[in-house]
């Protein structure tokens, strides 16, 4: 199953889009290995299943942006990268419900292949608000600590400085 989707290629296709991590009709077609036409057509044939916080529509200037974002992230001037004029984004519920309605072997495959990912993607984000805390936690405990050292540093890159002499030998006149 790791072979049929390899996770990096799955978290790659995931975006942030109005604040929620969703991946876009075109790419879970190409992961499902059917036409983004037919997705959208069992999605639309099986819309109570698909409510706003399960898949919502971008609008124009979301897929401008999109694209730009795509175009820019592959590094290449041109971008053969083509967005149709509606682009549905699917949150991990809608994308679980998605199995529902797309009922081969591969797309369950592939939607726990997804799961994993978005799963491995949650312990990722929650191990750097853990760090994240505990740097603050330190800050806070040593600042007064640390206040006195950078106080000392600053008073002497603050003080004035001698005028210091010549250095060297004076040579007789001869």
Do not use: W
Request: glycine fraction near 4%.
């Amino acid at each position: 199953m790791s072979d049929l989707v390899p996770v990096e290629r799955i978290e790659n296709k995931i975006y942030l889009i109005r604040g929620q991590k969703v991946m876009l009709d075109r790419d879970l077609a190409e992961l499902y290995n059917v036409k983004t036409k037919a997705l959208n057509q069992a999605v639309k044939r099986n819309s109570e299943r698909f409510p706003e916080d399960f898949m919502f529509s971008l609008t124009r200037e979301e897929i401008l942006r999109m694209s730009q974002f795509v175009t820019s992230y592959s590094g290449s001037g041109k971008s053969d990268i083509k967005f149709s004029k509606n682009v549905n984004a699917f949150t991990e519920q809608g994308i679980a419900m998605l199995s529902s309605v797309l009922r081969s072997k591969r797309a369950v495959q592939v939607n726990i292949a997804i799961m994993r990912a978005f799963v491995k993607l949650r312990q990722i984000l929650s191990g750097h608000k853990e760090l994240r805390n505990k740097i603050e936690t330190m800050e806070k405990k040593y600042d007064q600590q640390f206040r006195i050292i950078f106080d000392a540093i600053k008073a002497l890159l603050e003080a004035p400085c001698k005028k210091a002499g010549k250095i060297g030998f004076l040579r007789e006149k001869r």
